[in-house]
């Protein structure tokens, strides 16, 4: 607590009486989340549920996180590197360099059509 995003204080239900039609009597609160992308989400959570502090956006499949400041950044380099430190442990060099160089043509492909790698 204290980092400046505190969760409003939660509405008390409409009505009184006329919760107990479906059994969903457990107080939620709403959280958001936001991506690098821009996308807000709206996730509703038990009360008695911690919220978690990121959560997979998922309009884009970015981490998301509290701060709409501070959106968790794309983690475009991470796939990558596993998949670079894959091929070095498993095939020669002069493999892994044609397979670097298809995976760069790959990426670069993608990229310029906006798909986002999950
Ligand atoms: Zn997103």
């Known amino acids: 607590m204290g980092g400046g995003n505190a969760i409003r204080g ?16 457990a107080p ?3 959280v958001t989340y936001y991506c ?3 996308h ?6 038990s009360v008695e549920a911690q919220a978690p502090d990121a959560w997979d956006c998922p309009r884009c499949g970015l981490p998301a996180s509290l701060d709409s400041e501070n959106p968790p950044p794309a983690p475009r380099i991470e796939p990558y590197k596993t998949h ?16 670097l160089d298809e995976a760069v043509k790959l990426l670069r492909a993608r990229r310029k059509s906006g798909d986002i790698i999950f």
């Open 10 to 25: 939660s509405r008390v239900g409409a009505g009184p009486m006329g919760e107990a039609e479906r059994g969903q009597t």
């Open 40 to 45: 807000r989400t709206l996730i509703a959570f």
């Open 36 to 38: 690098s992308n821009e």
């Open 84 to 99: 670079l430190a894959y091929v070095k442990e498993r095939r020669s060099d002069a493999e892994a360099e044609s397979i």
């Open 28 to 30: 939620r609160q709403d």
